[in-house]
């Protein structure tokens, strides 16, 4: 299994552009996460589903949207991308709630300018 | 807000055991306790998680207090290689399941 992974691993984008992060995973994992961490800080929450179809905002939505139309690909989209959202991405999915542990991608790091 | 809370920093010397603490006062009777970790410059790993009683797995062991109000995550032989940021979160068990990250605890290990 690759287990969770996420495209590009770097971007530097211009103010104002859009552009998709994506995130897939092979492991038949129904919840899936995208989280952000700024240099030096913890883990925010953007997004998170827990199932194909249903997707609910985390702790930091403002900026992006995300889709889940198949169990194995949770895509995070920028459509006006802003200097604030230089971050480093994280995907995370994992087979249930409770007890089952969380896996996460190596990230992707964006640089807006 | 994160349900969590660690210290900022703790520091250990190599081959010495390291305490790791976290306090969930409000934690509910259906949530798991759960540890990963963050080496630099990648993403976090699972590192073990609880429910009542203390667990131990190749990488840890897990402390939980009588009440679970806290717990500890245990380190026997601290390595340079564990120098990490630590995450302690809640997992529920129902529906809703808004995992959200605390500062965790940067550990720093001396040789």
């Known amino acids: 299994n690759a287990g969770v992974t996420q495209t590009p691993k770097f971007r530097i984008l211009k103010i104002g552009q859009s552009m998709t992060l994506q995130c897939t995973q092979d492991?038949?994992?129904?919840?899936m996460y995208w989280y952000r961490q700024d240099p030096g800080m913890g883990l925010k929450l953007i997004y998170y589903s827990v199932g194909a179809g249903i997707t609910d905002k985390g702790e930091v939505p403002n900026g992006y949207n995300v889709s889940r139309s198949t169990t194995e690909d949770f895509p995070l989209r920028l459509e006006l991308a802003a200097p604030s959202q230089t971050s480093v991405y994280f995907c995370?999915?994992?087979?249930?709630?409770?007890?089952?542990?969380?896996?996460f991608g190596n990230g992707t790091r964006l640089t807006v300018t | 807000d994160a349900k969590t809370t660690q210290p900022n920093s703790m520091e250990s010397n190599e081959e010495e055991p390291v305490h790791l603490p976290c306090n969930h006062s409000t934690i509910s009777g259906t949530d798991y306790i759960h540890w990963y970790r963050q080496l630099p410059s990648q993403g976090p790993e699972y590192v073990i998680h609880?429910?009542?009683s203390n667990v131990n797995n190749r990488m840890a062991s897990l402390a939980i207090a009588e009440d679970r109000k806290s717990s500890t995550l245990i380190l026997h032989r601290a390595t340079l290689r564990d120098a990490a940021v630590y995450y302690c979160i809640l997992r529920d068990v129902t529906d809703t399941d808004k995992l959200i990250f605390g500062t965790g605890t940067r550990l720093q290990v001396f040789p």
């Open positions: 995370a999915s994992s087979a249930g709630q409770g007890s089952s542990p969380l896996h």
């Open positions: 609880g429910l009542t």
């Open positions: 492991m038949n994992h129904n919840y």
